[in-house]
């Protein structure tokens, strides 16, 4: 069961520079979202999205942009890496579910991004 | 103050010990609450959700305290493998995911 997908798992770039992370589930989750993970801080929301065709904003979007053009896939474009970027980024789905049980959120396995 | 906070730890406990973590919310309309489990270097995974009249899952428990805004979770006869880092998650809404997450709490099970 592939579960999320997401690559690449490790990356350096260069301050200016521009790339994407993939990040593709095959549950048929209607809602994903990115988070990055910072030490002594929790998981913080960049972008979400809860449908093909409808992404928002996280609490820190900048410096980021997102698509959603399939239910399956929802990738994460840096526009111009800062050294401030560098984190771990994590990719998640779920179902758009009730209460307790319906929100299990399902991760990737993070991608590891050092901007220099 | 943060939305969602936690003791970060390090708690050190030896091999069959209990230990507790609690987890502190802001925000009253809080709607439910989960656990997850982060091991080092990898993605977090639920552990357990919490119900209000809490629940048991094994050697875990979970309580929920809406009048002090808290939530706890309790380890019985501690394993080595239970060594991670254990998040606290809060979902603001009823419908669809508005989740906020605490720091985490490092768990060391020593032998």
């Known amino acids: 069961n592939a579960g999320v997908t997401q690559t690449p798992k490790f990356q350096v770039l260069k301050t200016g520079q521009s790339m994407t992370l993939q990040c593709a589930q095959d549950m048929n989750h209607e809602y994903m979202s990115w988070y990055r993970q910072d030490p002594g801080m929790g998981l913080r929301l960049i972008h979400y999205s809860v449908g093909a065709g409808i992404t928002d904003q996280g609490e820190v979007p900048n410096g980021y942009n997102v698509s959603r053009s399939t239910t399956e896939d929802f990738p994460l474009r840096l526009l111009s890496a800062a050294p401030s970027q560098t984190s771990v980024y994590f990719c998640?789905?779920?179902?758009?579910?009730?209460?307790?049980?319906?929100?299990?959120?399902?991760f990737g396995e993070g991608s590891w991004l050092t901007v220099v | 103050r943060k939305e969602v906070e936690q003791d970060p730890g390090p708690f050190n406990v030896p091999e069959g010990a209990t230990v507790a973590f609690n987890c502190t919310y802001s925000n009253s309309a809080s709607q439910s609450f989960f656990w997850y489990r982060q091991d080092c270097r990898k993605e977090p995974k639920l552990l357990m959700s919490?119900?209000?009249s809490g629940n048991e899952d094994g050697r875990f428990t979970a309580q929920l305290n809406r009048a002090s805004q808290y939530i706890s979770l309790l380890i019985r006869d501690s394993k080595l493998s239970d060594s991670a880092t254990y998040l606290c998650v809060v979902n603001l809404r009823r419908s669809g995911n508005k989740l906020v997450f605490g720091a985490g709490t490092i768990l060391r099970v020593k032998s």
């Open positions: 919490v119900y209000s």
């Open positions: 998640a789905s779920s179902y758009i579910g009730m209460g307790v049980t319906g929100n299990t959120i399902y």
